[in-house]
């Protein structure tokens, strides 16, 4: 389990969140699925106000949530798939004094790896990304 809790500073260009707290666990399985890894975690941050605005003007405070499943099918062949935002939830990532930038949207990868053999310790890895970007309509 990690756990990071931080204290964003704040710049004058863009309102940063005053708090923000990350929390991760991968497990790995054991016996018949042990090539199997399953990986979660949620990110809270606090509400943030952007400079030079009247009073009121807020993005709240959210949490999003993402998952991970990664399976080894050989020394030489894994397969990693990360849902990130899994709710689809709707936030302000960048507050600032004129405009917001909304946050990322839901998002699927997968990711295959096929590692080839090795010189002198240092493998040769080729990774290929599979990515779609699954939105809300």
């Not at 943030?48 to 993402?66: E, H, M, W, Y």
């Not at 917001?100 to 310790?121: C, D, E, I, K, N």
Request: a negative charge; glycine letters at 8%.
């Amino acid at each position: 389990l990690a756990v990071s809790l931080c204290s964003a500073l704040h710049s004058s260009f863009a309102a940063k969140p005053q708090n923000l707290l990350i929390i991760t666990k991968i497990a790995d399985l054991q016996g018949d699925l042990n090539q199997l890894r399953l990986g979660g975690g949620i990110t809270f941050r606090s509400s943030q106000t952007p400079n030079r605005n009247p009073p009121g003007i807020v993005a709240p405070s959210f949490v999003t949530g993402d998952l991970m499943a990664q399976y080894d099918f050989s020394d030489a062949v894994t397969f990693m798939l990360n849902v990130t935002n899994v709710t689809n939830h709707y936030y302000a990532d960048s507050l600032y004094s004129g405009h917001y930038v909304p946050g990322a949207p839901r998002s699927v990868q997968g990711t295959l790896t096929l590692r080839f053999g090795t010189v002198a310790g240092a493998a040769f890895n080729l990774d290929h990304d599979a990515c779609a970007l699954i939105e809300a309509e």
